[in-house]
């Protein structure tokens, strides 16, 4: 059974930063293109980063370049995302998502990253 | 503003059809079939309902059906049920990125 396994999240103040994991199993990581996704409070789904199946080629959204990195180790069986900058609009669940051909088949249950002051 | 363009609601009584649209441009849902939908449902997360623009995965009701002319596409669900009402989203390749739509919440009367 596939599995996708947030952790990390929590609270933090503006400027700060916080490191994401997704624990895939069930399947073979390496494989696969893996994405971030994320929804803020009551708003829609906004897709923020993915990394190719050896994590030598990575996008961003345009929101969140330069400030978010994604990463992904693969005899771990985990994929990353390193925020730094954090700002009171980064504040959302965040998704560890599997790409199979340009569409997400598996989702994890989301991690909450709340940032305040 | 989301890069994909959904109405923000939609409804329809048990039994009937609705049609969701989710507008592009020519550099996502126009440029590649590769449009997907997910459906989501409160504190859960999103399912996958439709792919490659028409494609259903394994397990879902063949009352979900998509289709795509230009850059619009389309997420029809026929034969209403209760438990189809929830949040739905498209979402298209597009380049570098990938892009989904704001949602449209589909009550179910």
């Known amino acids: 059974e596939v599995q996708l396994v947030e952790s990390g999240g929590g609270s933090v103040q503006p400027g700060g930063s916080l490191r994401l994991s997704c624990a895939a199993s069930g399947f073979t990581f390496s494989s696969y293109w893996m994405h971030w996704v994320r929804q803020a409070p009551g708003k829609g789904l906004v897709w923020v980063s993915r990394i190719n199946h050896g994590g030598t080629s990575t996008n961003y959204a345009d929101s969140v370049t330069g400030r978010f990195t994604i990463s992904r180790d693969n005899a771990k069986n985990t994929l990353y995302l390193e925020m730094t900058s954090l700002r009171v609009e980064d504040t959302a669940i965040y998704y560890c998502?599997?790409?199979?051909?340009?569409?997400?088949?598996?989702w994890g249950q989301g991690t909450l990253v709340t940032v305040s002051s | 503003q989301s890069a994909l363009t959904q109405p923000p609601s939609a409804s329809a009584s048990p039994g009937q059809s609705v049609t969701i649209s989710c507008t592009g441009t020519s550099s996502d849902i126009g440029g590649y079939n590769y449009v997907s939908w997910y459906q989501q449902h409160p504190g859960k997360a999103p399912k996958l309902m439709i792919y490659d623009v028409s494609e259903r995965p394994s397990g879902v009701p063949d009352r979900f059906s998509g289709s795509k002319s230009g850059n619009t596409a389309s997420l029809t669900v026929s034969g209403l049920q209760a438990e189809d009402e929830a949040d739905y989203y498209c979402s298209s390749f597009a380049g570098s990125k990938n892009v989904f739509g704001g949602g449209t919440k589909l009550t179910v009367l």
């Open positions: 998502t599997r790409e199979n051909g340009w569409y997400y088949n598996y």
